[in-house]
């Protein structure tokens, strides 16, 4: 009976499902009409296995969701001066259509120099030739500023999460969605403990410092693949 008491108290905490695509509207149309535009430039650039895809995919789904136009022009108008000048400890907003942090890059291009396996793959990465330290964040902010440079980042971020969490591979599709959904939007360098806590905070989409109804990241995620992701990819 142990069994059946763990899984109504799952079920207790858990709650009716959310329909994200109605909670989150008319942001989440917004998101998945432009996933299904740009079709194949995902596939395209996120080559691999169905299951790496959908997980990639899923993973920056809720960034697309939240996604405004009009405060990223003027973040990223920001970058390109402040940051470029001075550095993230100046000024990091998230940019561009996957809402990468400046700092977010550096973080993945030191990971990528120091992982002898990623190394030598994602050289182009990380090295500038003898670009100085502003020529290089200027480099950042005008990748950032594209989709083909998000997507590559994307794809590398994945790349070092399965090296850093090996043991993602005996797991659900659906559990690995929720982590590295987790990973991405809280830090792919944090313990598998604080992970699996944040996988259900809820900080969605307004972050932690602000009151209103909100979700977990990693939620976004998962029901985006279940429910959508089939519907576009025709796969999985």
């Known amino acids: 009976m142990k069994w059946l008491f763990a899984f109504i108290i799952s079920l207790m905490a858990t709650g009716p499902a959310v329909e994200f695509d109605r909670k989150l509207a008319p942001d989440y149309q917004r998101a998945l ?6 079709q194949e430039q995902f596939n395209r650039a996120l080559q691999g296995s169905n299951q ?33 000048r001075k550095g993230k400890s100046f000024v990091d907003f998230s940019i561009g259509r996957f809402q990468m942090k400046p ?14 396996k990623l190394s030598q793959q994602y050289a182009y990465l990380f090295s500038y030739g003898e670009q100085d330290a502003a020529a290089r964040r200027r480099k950042r ?11 590559i980042y994307l794809h590398a971020f994945y790349d070092a999460v399965k090296v850093e969490f090996p043991w993602l591979e005996g797991q659900s599709l659906s559990y690995r969605i929720k982590f590295i ?20 905070a809820r900080c ?4 932690t410092e602000l009151l209103g109804k909100q979700y977990a990241y990693s939620q976004v995620s ?3 693949w279940r429910k959508h992701y089939k519907t576009i990819f025709n796969n999985l």
């Not at 809720?62 to 990223?76: A, F, K, Q, W």
Request: aromatic residues 16%; negative net charge.
């Open 33 to 38: 009409q432009y996933v299904s535009t740009h």
């Open 52 to 84: 790496a895809r959908a997980i990639m995919v899923s993973v920056v789904f809720p960034e697309m969701v939240r996604y405004s136009l009009v405060r990223d022009l003027l973040e990223t108008k920001t970058l390109e001066v402040g940051y470029v």
């Open 103 to 116: 700092s977010f890059v550096e973080h993945l291009e030191e990971y990528l120099r120091s992982c002898g």
């Open 141 to 151: 902010v005008e990748r950032l500023k594209t989709l083909e440079w998000q997507l």
């Open 181 to 200: 959904a987790t990973a991405y939007n809280h830090g792919f360098t944090s313990s598998k403990q604080e992970l699996e806590k944040w996988m259900h």
């Open 204 to 207: 969605y989409p307004y972050g």
């Open 222 to 224: 998962v029901y985006f």
